[in-house]
């Protein structure tokens, strides 16, 4: 108890985490052998560079089949994208797919559509929990807050900020130079957070020039409740 309430304490003193204003998280479901993404990766690279939006690019693998293997994709990021078909109601996933702060979705495609739940989101009021980097960026600690029913979970997340071009030599896609931005290259899940000040030990990354950000979401695909982005 007695350590719990000094890491209240500490976090309570630290006005610069809890003023500064919670990006809209835009995460998008793409293939480079889906023959329909090429367009929503072009959309979500220039959305990357607007003010108070963080955009993840999650390539998923269950398109290589039809004869290019993404030179990106892991199987658990198609794993988070099926979570949220069953918090979302969805019937299958599918690319390419946007979710917004892991409660709205949308095709890649309705750029209209998705410019329009962005600023929407972006004015949705969040109350969220005080978060900090410890010790060079090797721990996290989350502090306390109000919780869903169902818990949390903390994320570590890492991508490369490059814009970074493709070129596809098989599959529905050959011949075609795709351009993606901010693709996720590390995902782990750190732990359960319920409310209650706690520290996560954060594992040293696996490549230079990754950027670093801890995401608090509510459990099996919901809603972001508040993220962490470490500086350069």
């Given amino acids: 108890m007695r350590t719990a309430a000094?890491?209240?304490?500490?976090?309570?003193?630290?006005?610069?985490?809890?003023?500064?204003?919670?990006?809209?998280?835009v995460e998008l479901y793409t293939a480079q052998g889906c023959g329909s993404c090429g367009p929503a990766d072009a959309y979500v690279a220039k959305l990357a560079e607007r003010p108070g939006v963080l955009v993840l690019t999650f390539p998923v693998d269950y398109w290589?089949?039809?004869?290019?293997?993404?030179?990106?994709a892991k199987p658990e990021f198609a794993d988070r994208q099926k979570a949220y078909v069953a918090k979302l109601s969805l019937r299958e996933p599918y690319t390419p797919q946007v979710v917004i702060d892991g409660r709205l979705?949308?095709?890649?495609?309705?750029?209209?559509?998705?410019?329009?739940?962005?600023?929407?989101?972006?004015?949705?009021?969040?109350?969220?929990?005080?978060?900090?980097?410890?010790?060079?960026?090797?721990?996290?600690?989350?502090?306390s807050g109000r919780a869903p029913?169902?818990?949390?979970?903390?994320?570590?997340?890492?991508?490369?900020?490059?814009?970074?071009?493709?070129?596809?030599?098989?599959?529905?896609?050959?011949?075609?130079?795709?351009?993606?931005?901010?693709?996720?290259?590390?995902?782990?899940?750190?732990?359960?957070?319920?409310g209650r000040p706690r520290a996560y030990k954060l594992p040293a990354a696996s490549e230079d020039g990754l950027k670093t950000v801890v995401v608090v979401q509510q459990a099996h695909g919901g809603r972001i409740l508040g993220l962490l982005q470490q500086k350069d």
């Avoid at 599959?171 to 901010?182: A, I, P, S």
Wanted: include cysteine; hydrophobic fraction near 40%.
């Fill in 6 to 25: 000094l890491f209240s304490l500490i976090l309570a003193a630290l006005p610069c985490a809890a003023a500064a204003k919670t990006p809209v998280v």
């Fill in 105 to 143: 979705q949308a095709t890649g495609l309705r750029t209209e559509h998705i410019d329009k739940l962005v600023k929407e989101a972006a004015k949705t009021p969040l109350d969220p929990p005080d978060m900090k980097f410890i010790a060079g960026g090797k721990r996290v600690d989350v502090g």
């Fill in 64 to 72: 290589d089949y039809l004869g290019w293997t993404d030179t990106f």
């Fill in 149 to 194: 029913q169902g818990g949390a979970d903390v994320w570590l997340i890492r991508y490369d900020p490059r814009e970074q071009d493709v070129a596809v030599k098989s599959g529905d896609n050959r011949g075609q130079t795709l351009v993606q931005k901010n693709v996720v290259r590390e995902m782990a899940r750190l732990g359960a957070w319920k």
